[in-house]
């Protein structure tokens, strides 16, 4: 730190003195959920602040490139921080609340602006001063620093001749610069460099310097300096020189986030020589030079050509030499220059190819001089095409040129199948693509410069050229007014901010892993398996127990109760004991003095395997007959027989969809403590089911389980991750605890959370249906096939929501769907947010497409006609009653205006040949209940103290869904007093015993109804005191109670009055009642490259009367992110022998603030009420997530708009999620007709499907 001033969010406000109107704001717009994520994005919204006290809403949208949220879906973050800028406005514009100031009944959620609002007013000046000794003076950075352990030496000279020498003495030293490159193997290979050399202060290495031919930038120069520095250059010369200039800052923007370009460096990005770096092909294709000198002090120039990345992670600079600067040169009139990036997500992901590409015409501006096309992606390092350039060279840059070029293109540089980073056909297609693209740009180009009338391009080619650049993202929220006589006291269905938002904002809100180090705790790190599926011959620890601070090993044999474990079947081990049935699996644990000790001695742990045949996907399972049950759940009714004879037209298909990370920002944590007296032990975890915990860790430890306290605070997000996944840990943690009798701690690192537990299942759905000519369905046979992993988990629950959410929201009078669980050697796969439901509605979606096209009918269309209607009966014979899904779809048609936009689309379509736009509206009809009836209950104890406060604790427990402000109003509106005085401090198995898991949306629900309970038994108790005295205080009556020995404790319990429906008679309520929704999303894609954006989504929830909307509506945003991701951008992927290449946010891509629809409205819906909850609430927090399949839908028409184009007008198969990958291979034309794909089985895949 030496030299260098670190603020954090801890420093610039608190809760205690004053917020920080980052901070305020933050928490006032909703735009903090489980809080995980917050202090990282107020500090990212605070340094734009400091660098720019009036900043743009551009300069907003730009500033949160690195960071992420699994919670919130953005779009309050971005409110609250847009809020800062010059241009603010209500989203709303002239429907403003504030402008109209009608007495509508419904208004907009919207955050306080600066006039009249409850939020301070930014003053830059007065924020924290900058250290004046580090401002007004560098003396600091100038000195030589030498820091060692006694595993490390780092070095930081300040001259270069220092440099020389450290590098002569220390000739296998690493020299680090951002330290991105290094760092990140030191972390994740745990890969170790006894000698370090820090090269960020050397002059020589940070000078710039212009001259006649380009510039010379320092190779220490940071990226976020380098395009300032280009930027400047761009405003001063001429246009045609600064070509190179002007694509390295377009590339940047697409490069890391904000954080990581403030440190990256010029030379660590040459020097690192990745194969998709996305400034090397730009470096290369302008023909950059480098300057690099050895120990003897010897310089030498070299040219960035083809020869520079000679082979992977190799460049010309020798071992023995230090990178000094590097010079972009100039343009030249009639030369041009572009780069290109396709990667799974726009902004920060690493490039799946990236492209420079320069030509020079000659003086006429017609015959190619000099060609270099480059490319990231394409090979194992940066690769020139050189042979193409060669034949063209001296050719017309004209329409016969693009053919040539793609056939030479394939020739030079196409991928074989089953090359490492697979989407071999893909590359290869976006490797031509790419070429054409800059085609047409130079055509463009040439043709603006030039004054001709004649257009090169035609028109409805020019979009091609065009990067999407997103409008300021913007939307609505619309709800119910609260009704004047409802009295200012009562909470009940305002819109209020979170409880502990503030506590998020500034960083105090207290995490599993936030508690301070207890006296004598030891950490545990996971020994786990590295085969999928093998026999265990020998786990030898001797070496890792000799390390330092290695306290022990743990294993089965230090199980003193049940090694087994499970929800639905007691199916996975503590500790595997003879086998192992995936990567993974928890074999043992090495528990040490600290986390870095015990992390270094898992790795030192040899295991032995002989290894077995694994199965991996859903083909195999049903290939091999491995399942998870015997027989298939089944849903029957009706007649299919019969239905499809009476069907005029029959139409069978399959379809799949892949898996999804949970990826909550926090990972699995617990600790846990033994009280060292009669077996007692305590744990906090990280879990949404402290119950199954508490029964777990007793079983496991053989003791009962009323000597076991579980205990969560909150949670960092949980999305269902933490249901059955938090065992994991807790289990091995508890067993190392009992062992030791010492408390010990285990936070797993991403990637190993990410390898360790399960995830979503990935789905494949084989389907016949059959309808009428009209379009009326008559009859559907679905076999569903769920891939469940190794054991159960809640895999049955998972499929079984999938069977009976087949029929979405559409009335089918003759069902029969199987539902099958495949055992495969994968993590135990469980339930994620919709837990089955996004899958069952995907896969009726799929079909109703497929009918429609088979039928001619518009797809909308289709589906207005077979929605249900009040009254109807679902396939398990639930009549649907109080049915608002056709409300919900008339709604989203009027707010979404789809007709007139639908027009616009196809006048679009037909104007752009290469860039096509989509839209598609989707029903949901979501039923809220357990499987199990005997999940619907909860309970509540409510202690009411004699100064009048009131300590409220329920069974649920609270990871973002502000489940705990809920509570408290509702607990506020029954004892008749304000929430400041109502506290939850925590959720733990010693207040309310045997609770349900915090999931199935019904949390809210159950425990709402628990806590109103338990506060209307203390109403009925102080009911006398109060009659005594009507004009007392809350305070008055609680203390005469008091005196008069009355019981200010009590217990709420509440179950839902339906029982379980019976599958053999298919009779009873499966679902206690439904919620339903409606949505709209118009995306646009590039038919090129594969990528898209969400241009517009409306969504209308009908949620009865929400308790809270502010809190609703953040549920319905967070959930349909969460959908969006894993409808197009989320992708699991594995290796043959099952490795999990996507184990961590460098590989696994979930939507980024840049990935949101540009403009996203919400509304509840009016006038709606459910009498089998809580205030006539409902359960929302899973919903919303299927209605993402919107954007699927439409991005399925836009690419069908695009093979309509070349007479493509049959069914195709998309199956989820919609990557730019698939997006791109479906849009045929006559680049993928280039690569048609690799028969199946003639190569090895690089990836497999699950
Ligand atoms: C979160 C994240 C996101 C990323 N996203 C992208 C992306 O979108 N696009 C992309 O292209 N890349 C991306 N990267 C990779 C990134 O570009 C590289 O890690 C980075 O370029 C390395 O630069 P650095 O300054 O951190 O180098 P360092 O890690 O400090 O060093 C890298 C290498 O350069 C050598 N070196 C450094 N200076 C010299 C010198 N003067 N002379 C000789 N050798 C030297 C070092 O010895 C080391 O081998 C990302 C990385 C991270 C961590
Ligand atoms: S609030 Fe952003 S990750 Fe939870």
Redesign the pocket.
Known sequence: MHGLAVTTTEAIGDTKTRLHPVQERLAQSHGTQCGFCSPGMVMSMYTLLRNKPCPSLADVENAFDGNLCRCTGYRPILDAFHSFTKEFLCPMGDECCQVKKTQESFTSEKLPTEEGSECVTYDPSQEPIFPSELQLNDQLDKTRLVFSSNRVKWFRPTAFNDLMILKYLYPDA???????????GWQSTYQHYPEVIA?TNIPE?LAVEPTVAGVWIG??TTLTILQEILQELVNTEPEHKTRVYVAIIDMLK????NQ?RN???I???I??A?P????NPLFVSARCKVTVANKDGDQRTIVMDEQFFYDHRKNM?KPD???INVLIPFTRKNEYFEGYKQAHRRK????IVNAGMRVLLDDDGDVIKELCLCYGGMACRTVVATNTAAHLVAKNWDDDLVQEACDLLEKELSLPPGVPGGMETYRNTLCVSFFFKFYLTVQMKRNAGSNLTEMKVPSSYQSATCVFERETSFGCQMFEKIQDEQQRIDPVGRALPHLAATQNTTGEAVFVDDTRPLAGELSMALVVSTKSHAKLITVDASRALQMPGVVDFIDHKDVPGNNNFGLAAQDQQVFAVDKVMYQGQIIGAIVAETRTEAQRAAQAVVVEYEELTPIFTIQEAIDSDSFLTSDPLTLRNGDVTEGFNASDVVIEGETYMGGQEHFYPETQTSIAVPSGEDNEMTLLVATQFLHYIQQSVAATLGVPRNKIVCKAKRLGGGFGGKVGNSALVALSLAVAANKLQRPVRCSLERTEDTRITGSRQPFLGRYKVGLSRAGIIQALELDIYSNGGYAMDLSNITTLRAVVHADNGYKIPNVLVRGHICKTNLPANNVMRGAGTPQGVFLCEQWMERAAEALGISPDKLREMNLYKEGDLTPYNQPLTDCNLNRCWDDVMKQSDYEHRQNDINVFNSENRWKKRGIAVMPLKYGMGHKLHSGDQAGALVHVYTDGSVLLAHGGVEMGQGLHTKMIQIASRVLKIPMSKIHTSETSTDKVPNASHTAASMTSDLNGMAVLIACDVIMKRLQPFVAKNPAGSWEEWVTTAYTDRVSLSATGFYKTPKEDHDWQTNSGDTYNYFSYGAAVSEVEIDTLSGDHVVLRTDIVMDIGQSLNPAIDIGQIEGAFIQGYGLFTLEEVRRSPTGFLYTAGP?TYKIPSMNDIPVRLNVSLLKGSSNPHAVYSSKGLGEPPLCLAASVFFAIRHAIAAARADVGLNDFFLLDSPATAEKIRMACADQFTRQFPEPKKGSYTPWVIGL
């Not at 920060?348 to 490039?351: E, K």
Request: aromatic letters at 4%.
């Open positions: 690493q020299l680090v610069i951002g330290n991105t490159g290094v760092g990140c090269v290495l190779a220490s697409w490069f890391a986030g990581v440190v990256v460096s030379g660590g990005s020097m690192t990745s998709t770096s996305d400034l600079v030499e230090v990178l920060n992901d690493t490039a460098g």
